[in-house]
């Protein structure tokens, strides 16, 4: 069975500093990968999805990059982080474009 | 492009039946609809492609009506189980078939 591992659950950080969250999955080969930020009581945005091995699509200018080192591994990074940037960071994956998203455990992320 | 979700907060009594409905201004390949409970990940319920179906589960149903771009919800004889925050998200046509996007979400609250 697949199964995707999300870490760290809880990040304190403080302003300035840089993020790297990772997420990695299971069981599976070739998924689509995406990375979703919930700011407190919202909804769901979508910040970076890829379908393969180097190829990243954006969906929101912001400081926050993301990269896909390997085929079941993504990572979610910023060099300077930003009071904005809290949230819950979750990563999901998708089978195909057919196939419903699973999604990882999140990371509480607080910038302080 | 993210889905438009109606309405936005529900409150039921155990028994009763709800609709969440869930729009788009562009095409459709699919439409997803997933379940969050507080301070949880979103879990997946069902997909429905284009095409224009109906699936689901004996009290959890959803409609796609492909012409129209709109899916709806059906929880019916709800029970303090289906509360939680429900989403709907939404693939288009073409490139955009793999790029997930969700909706603000509807809070269902059951009560005894």
């Known amino acids: 069975s697949q199964t995707i591992h999300q870490w760290p659950a809880t990040l304190v950080q403080p302003v300035g500093s840089p993020l790297s969250l990772e997420c990695t999955v299971e069981g599976t080969s070739n998924p689509n990968l995406y990375w979703y930020r919930q700011a407190a009581g919202r909804g769901l945005q979508l910040l970076f999805y890829?379908?393969?091995?180097?190829?990243i699509s954006s969906e929101v200018p912001q400081n926050l990059s993301a990269s896909r080192p390997q085929d079941r591994q993504f990572i979610l990074s910023s060099k300077k982080l930003l009071l904005s940037d809290s949230g819950f960071y979750l990563c999901?994956?998708?089978?195909?474009?057919?196939?419903?998203?699973?999604f990882g455990q999140g990371t509480r992320l607080t910038v302080v | 492009q993210q889905p438009v979700q109606s309405p936005q907060a529900v409150i039921l009594r155990e028994g009763e039946d709800a609709v969440i409905n869930c729009s788009s201004s562009k095409a459709l390949y699919s439409v997803h609809w997933y379940r969050q409970k507080h301070g949880e990940a979103p879990v997946f319920l069902m997909i429905?492609?284009?095409?224009?179906e109906q699936k689901g589960h004996e009290k959890i149903s959803a409609s796609f009506n492909e012409k129209k771009q709109q899916s709806s919800l059906y929880l019916t004889a709800s029970q303090l189980s289906y509360s939680g925050t429900y989403f709907c998200g939404t693939a288009h046509l073409g490139a955009g078939s793999y790029q997930l996007t969700f909706g603000k979400g509807t809070k269902l609250s059951v009560i005894p």
């Open positions: 429905l492609l284009k095409g224009g």
């Open positions: 890829s379908v393969g091995i180097g190829q």
């Open positions: 999901a994956w998708r089978r195909d474009r057919d196939s419903g998203a699973f």
